[in-house]
């Protein structure tokens, strides 16, 4: 596309910063408690599952963006690969899954909150919109500073995460570990199908490729090297939780009886009392912060590379004249971010998030296999994903696998943002784009015609 006016600021440490700043947050401060109602101990097993069914998307993605280091991501990919109507249900799909993800963030700060400080439920509201209007400005106001903010951020939570987990393993109770699976091995799925959304910040900085130094080798270090630790450290905070927390405490001790909003702090209270629930109460009021600031760093690169192919109207794809960044695709993101926090009761949604993401990452799997098997001349990347094509395949069965797990209410949302995808396509995108990717190259070679690089809709 050959558009460079974005500032190339991000080394290879702001760039994993972001990707483990957009992991952690609601998986490691909110959604335990939730994985443990459904598996019992054996969650820390979901925590590996959902990891290895992310990996696979993990590695194509990394390939990807190191062929197109141009903002979009998830979009661009699927968008070159399957072409623009698939392109368009997943540009606005991995859009409304990262904004869904970030209000949950934010309103999930709100049981943090009420643990140290003397709000009203409605005060908490009125708190994550301040936080939600200054992390929009932060991002208008350049990737630069909310980059160099996200890497400080990231690495206090990550030494409090680890302070936790090593003062939990002289504590811990290990009776609680038994019995491990609660719930069988179903359980054991169906809780990795509700964690699944905690990994899906590992690929969220390729959306951002096009402000990344050096992003062939940068990009899929960042992204493999922020995925192994965040497995690791998963895996450790959650069985800690395990471990220090009362069992009933964990799936009874939310609003109404449900599972838990405050894993973290419940096992902080067994581990040093009043003093350890605020301490975790901070770090997680601080780190969903950070996660939804890069939620909107990253999401609202989707409306600019759809703006850019005429998918979406070009005021999207303005770049602030001072700031170098998308400034109306961001704005646009953080006006759905707020009304999303005032009026949407987001950690229902937070399972609509989910779904599509597990949609999503299946699509990336199918993406790479359709850039390898068409031969595109332009697509040269810098890193090639290994076990190419069986990793893909267990990366797309295993997904739609999981995505059964998941409830009739997150997959009629998914069909819903689908349907609607479709609908702006067939609106707006349609008669604006010949486009058809590398699944119509391959079209066009089954046929025997000369492929001329464009190609009308009707291949799609």
Do not use: C
């Amino acid at each position: 596309m050959g558009h460079h006016d974005l500032d190339r600021s991000l080394g290879l440490y702001p760039t994993m910063m972001i990707s483990m700043g957009a992991m952690i947050g609601s998986g490691i401060f909110v959604l335990p408690a939730l994985g443990y109602k459904k598996a019992g101990p054996a969650v820390v097993l979901a925590y590996v599952l959902a990891a290895l069914v992310v990996l696979p998307a993990a590695l194509s993605k990394a390939e990807m963006a190191t062929a197109m280091p141009e903002s979009g991501g998830t979009y661009l990919y699927i968008d070159r690969a399957l072409g623009p109507l698939f392109g368009t249900i997943a540009g606005i799909g991995a859009w409304f899954s990262l904004v869904f993800k970030s209000s949950f963030a934010l309103v999930g700060l709100g049981a943090y909150l009420l643990l140290f400080a003397p709000l009203s439920q409605g005060a908490v509201v009125y708190v994550a919109l301040a936080l939600g209007t200054l992390v929009v400005a932060l991002n208008v106001s350049g990737t630069k500073m909310s980059g160099g903010i996200q890497a400080v951020i990231v690495t206090l939570v990550v030494a409090g995460l680890l302070a936790y987990v090593v003062n939990a393993g002289f504590v811990l109770d290990t009776a609680r570990y038994t019995p491990f699976a609660t719930h069988g091995s179903g359980g054991v799925v169906t809780a990795a199908a509700f964690v699944f959304v905690s990994y899906a910040g590992v690929t969220k900085v390729a959306s951002v490729a096009e402000e990344v130094k050096h992003p062939g080798k940068n990009l899929p270090r960042a992204m493999l090297g922020s995925m192994g630790i965040m497995t690791v450290l998963y895996v450790a905070v959650v069985g800690a939780i395990v471990g220090l927390s009362d069992p009933e405490l964990l799936t009874t001790g939310g609003p109404g009886g449900t599972a838990s909003l405050t894993p973290m702090a419940d096992g902080a209270g067994a581990l040093l009392g009043g003093v350890g629930v605020l301490f975790i109460s901070v770090i997680a009021v601080v780190a969903l912060t950070s996660m939804a600031n890069a939620g909107v760093l990253s999401s609202s690169r989707f409306p600019l590379a759809m703006s850019r192919d005429d998918l979406l109207p070009p005021a999207l794809q303005t770049i602030d004249p001072r700031f170098k960044t998308p400034r109306n695709s961001v704005l646009l993101t953080g006006v759905v971010l707020l009304l999303l926090i005032a009026f949407v009761p987001v950690i229902e949604l937070a399972k609509l998030a989910s779904a599509f993401q597990i949609l999503v990452f299946s699509f990336e799997n199918m993406a790479l296999v359709a850039f390898r098997v068409a031969d595109v001349p332009s697509y040269d990347p810098e890193f090639e994903a290994p076990g190419y094509p069986f990793v893909q395949v267990f990366g797309f069965l295993a997904g739609l696998g999981l995505l059964t797990q998941m409830g009739t209410l997150p997959i009629l949302g998914a069909v819903g943002i689908i349907a609607g995808s479709a609908l702006v396509y067939l609106v707006y995108g349609r008669s604006r784009t010949d486009r058809t990717g590398a699944v119509g190259t391959i079209v066009r070679a089954r046929r025997g015609e000369e492929d001329d690089g464009l190609a009308s809709t009707e291949a799609e």
